[in-house]
Structures are given as C-alpha cells and as structure tokens.
C-alpha cells in the first residue's frame, strides 16, 4: 500500500481519538437525555448523582477511546481511496470539477456504509455503560466493563443482538467530509482558524438533519428487553408515549458536541497528514 493510501488511515485514527477525548462527557450527557427523555439540567444532575461524581460523565469512554480512532481511520480511508478512484475516472479537469460533489457524495456514503458494522457494537457497549445507571437492574448489579457487556450482550441476544441499532446508526452515519482542496502540496503548516471552523460547521450541518435517527439508535441500544421491533416501531411508541419532543432529545447537547469533537477530529487529522508528509520527505 502506497504512502498517500495508508496515510489517510493513520490520520484518520488520530482525529478519531482526539474527538473522543474531547467530546465523551457531553455525549454522555447527549445519551442519557436520549435514554431517560429528559432535559440537559435533570441529565446532568443525574449523572452526577448516580455515578458519584464527575467521573460518571466518562463512563464507557475506554472502550470508543481505544477503538474510534481505528473507526475514523477506516472512515477517512475508505473516503480518501474512494474519491481518488473515482478522480481517476475523469477524462479531463472540468469533468473532474463538474463531479466532484457526486463523487464526495458516493464516496462518503460508502465510507458510512463500510464503517456502521463496526462502529455499531462499539457504540452498543458504550451506550450501555453510559446509562447501565437509568436502569434498576444496573443499580443493584455489579461494575461494567466493555468486555463483560459485550459478553452479556452476546450471551443473551446472540450476533444479532450486537447489531442492535445498525440500520439507524447507518441513516445517521455523517458523510465523511473532503480536505480542504485549496492547500496547496508543497504548504507546510495547517491553517489552524480554518480547519476548526470547518470541522465544527460540517458537524453541525451533518448532525441536524439525523438527529431523530440518532435518538432511535441510543434508545434501542440502550434498553435490553427489546421491546421495540423495529425502527418504525420505536418511532411510534415513543410519539405516542411522549410527543414530537422525544424524537429530538439531545439535540441541543448534539450540535454543542459537534463543534468540539468535529473541530478535534479535523485537526488531528490534518496535523497527522502534514507530520506524515514530513516523515516521508525525511527518509525518501
């Protein structure tokens, strides 16, 4: 595999766990507003209350810290390959030019489509050790780890049970956004301002159109009498039990996070590029 091939997987991995580290506490609170149907205040409160502290806003973050970055980089990979190919197709630059959103567009949607099956058990885990304490069962049962709930989960609901949520996770999968194309190759230094403004704004626009999908995911994770058969299903009990409301809890928590973990994941990934362009003009 060529250098400019794997190097958008490495890069991928660490913005991947650079927006992890940022961002847990506030998808935490984001979940168990999903989880509970409740508001960012009672969230928080409970959080707090039930996990003994600030630590309980981490819980579950090991798991996705260790693996999302593999994730990211199989994301931006798998996007970085995609688009090359299709570019390669074009007989001319303006055709190039003309396609170029079509070709954002299929290649992101492949990159989504490929990491859903791995991001989906990963999230599953980590959804339920961050609200293992909304449950009564959790509360007299004993500590969590990733390995042991992933073991249960296999144990009582089999392979299917650990795809739990894949078909909205892949409806709420954001598109992997392009590099800036204006850099130039010979330019040394990410524009710092640019690329966090970038990264923050693509979050924001990404998860607002998918924030109903991503509430269907966390509740069907989240819960683990599967009482919900379907997508359709879930949307319309928690309609009827609760409102149009329920279908856009977190959605404020959302967009904050976005910022952050986007601009995070952009950076570290553009850093990580431009130190992997160093390392190959160094020793080539």
């Known amino acids: 595999m060529r250098h400019e091939q794997y190097s958008h997987f490495l890069a991928g991995c660490f913005g991947g766990a650079c927006g992890v580290l940022v961002g847990h506490p506030l998808d935490t609170i984001k979940t168990w507003q999903q989880a509970s149907n409740s508001n960012v205040f009672t969230a928080t409160k409970q959080i707090y209350v039930r996990n003994n502290g600030i630590k309980g806003f981490y819980r579950g973050m090991f798991f996705p810290f260790v693996t999302t970055g593999a ?70 049962g004993q500590r969590r780890t990733p390995f042991n709930t992933f073991k249960r989960i296999l144990k009582s609901d089999g392979i299917s049970g650990i795809y739990r949520g894949l078909l909205p996770m892949m409806c709420r999968t954001p598109f992997a956004q392009q590099r800036r194309e204006g850099r130039k190759e010979d330019e040394s230094h990410v524009d710092l ?88 003009d160094f020793y080539m």
Request: charged share 20%; glycine share 6%; with cysteine.
């Open 193 to 280: 301002i640019v690329t966090t403004l970038a990264g923050a704004w693509a979050g924001i626009l990404s998860w607002v159109c998918v924030i109903p999908f991503d509430v269907v995911k966390t509740i069907m994770q989240a819960e683990e009498n599967r009482q919900y058969r379907s997508i359709r299903h879930c949307l319309v009990v928690n309609f009827r039990r609760y409102g149009m409301r329920s279908l856009f809890r977190g959605s404020w928590m959302l967009v904050v996070r976005a910022i952050p973990v986007n601009a995070a994941t952009f950076l570290g990934y553009e850093y990580a590029l431009e130190w992997g362009q160093k390392y190959r």
């Open 71 to 140: 994730i990211n980089s199989i994301l931006f990979g798998v996007y970085g390959n995609h688009m090359r190919q299709l570019r390669r197709v074009c007989h001319s630059d303006y055709q190039r030019e003309q396609l170029e959103y079509k070709h954002m567009f299929l290649a992101g949607s492949i990159a989504g489509f490929v990491q859903s099956f791995i991001a989906c058990p990963i999230e599953l885990v980590k959804v339920r050790l961050q609200t293992q304490f909304y449950y009564n069962e959790y509360v007299m």
